[in-house]
């Protein structure tokens, strides 16, 4: 049974820092894809960054390219978003998703990729 829990949400103001984290648990495939999504209110779930385990490639949106990076822990179960320079467009909920791949992550980031997700984190940025 996968299991995705997310932590790191929280209030900050605009021009500030968040670390996001996500910890998987129980499965035992070694090539997936993890990535970030991000739901505001009255929108849709917007995928922001993915990575393959294997060969660790990454891919972002362009709302958050060169702001945000995508990482993971040396033991592969855990997932980090560092979100910089944060906007007040950047609230919502965050959501960390895996699926299981041979072949890596696709190139673009669609929530319909995805088969596992976390519960979410909320970030707020006034």
């Known amino acids: 049974h996968v299991q995705l829990v997310e932590s790191g949400g929280g209030s900050v103001q605009a021009g500030g820092s968040l670390r996001l984290s996500c910890t998987a648990s129980?499965?035992?495939?070694?090539?997936?894809?993890m990535g970030w999504f991000r739901q505001a209110p009255g929108k849709e779930r917007e995928g922001l960054a993915a990575i393959s385990t294997v060969p660790g490639t990454s891919f972002y949106s362009e709302s958050v390219k060169d702001r945000f990076i995508i990482s993971q822990g040396r033991d592969k179960n855990a997932l980090y978003l560092q979100m910089n320079s944060l906007k007040p467009d950047d609230t919502g909920m965050y959501y960390c998703a895996a699926y299981f791949s041979a072949l890596g992550c696709k190139t673009i980031i669609l929530a319909p990729s995805f088969e596992y997700w976390g519960q979410g984190t909320q970030v707020t940025v006034s």
């Open positions: 129980g499965y035992n495939f070694s090539s997936y894809c």
